[in-house]
């Protein structure tokens, strides 16, 4: 099945840590710019380089047959600790599409979804056949379906649950700040009402100042 705009499809690779936080997923020296660029080489940082920055040959990103991997196999409560948002983006940046793990930090999952990074919650069983598929001499391909709400490789199908609100997101492409303007007409409508019923609570901050000179 080929990839379309409603899947996420392409090889895996496993990263067997529970409680990987933000803090490691993008750390601390890689928060200093003002926009969003930059991150690839901050994410998982630690894990990735050792401290004279060359690649450590035994972690997974690091070896030739995860070169380009489109979907990280995570332990339980990945991407616990702050809630710094850069912690997705990095992941965006180097190409991750997906996470699936048996759980999410509460707030990395909120920004995940809300950037349009599918996050799939799949019991712990399941994952490790994924795994299995990844894994193997010659590595599977993972489809996530998001229309349908299916995970499917050589070893596995199995169906995974998401709101209404990201499942929509992620089908017609928008990230939170495209779903809200899709209610642009209604917000517009509130706001005309809102000041017809209360006209004293507009501009008070601007009419402060005319007044005061």
């Not at 995570?74 to 616990?80: L, M, Q, R």
């Not at 600790?81 to 707030?107: C, D």
């Not at 009402?193 to 009419?207: G, K, T």
């Amino acid at each position: 099945m080929a990839e379309t705009a409603q899947t996420i499809r392409g090889r895996a690779a496993a990263i067997r840590i529970e409680n990987l936080d933000t803090d490691q997923i993008m750390p601390k020296q890689f928060l200093r710019g003002i926009d969003k660029a930059g991150l690839a080489q901050g994410l998982l940082h630690d894990l990735r380089f050792d401290t004279q920055g060359r690649p450590r040959p035994d972690f997974v990103l690091n070896q030739e047959q995860h070169q380009g991997v489109r979907i990280l196999l995570a332990g339980a409560n990945f991407g616990c600790g702050s809630s710094r948002e850069h912690a997705v983006w990095g992941l965006q940046q180097y190409g991750i599409q997906a996470v699936v793990a048996p759980s999410f930090g509460e707030i990395f999952y909120s920004n995940a979804m809300n950037n349009r990074l599918m996050l799939v919650m799949l019991p712990a069983e399941q994952i490790e056949r994924l795994i299995a598929d990844a894994e193997a001499p010659q590595p599977a391909e993972i489809l996530i379906d998001v229309e349908r709400q299916r995970v499917q490789s050589p070893g596995l199908d199995a169906a995974f649950t998401i709101s209404g609100r990201h499942r929509k997101m992620f089908l017609e492409q928008l990230d939170v700040i495209g779903l809200t303007l899709q209610q642009r007409e209604r917000i517009a409508a509130f706001a005309q009402q809102h000041w017809q019923l209360r006209p004293w609570c507009r501009d008070v901050a601007s009419r402060t100042r005319q007044r005061l000179g």
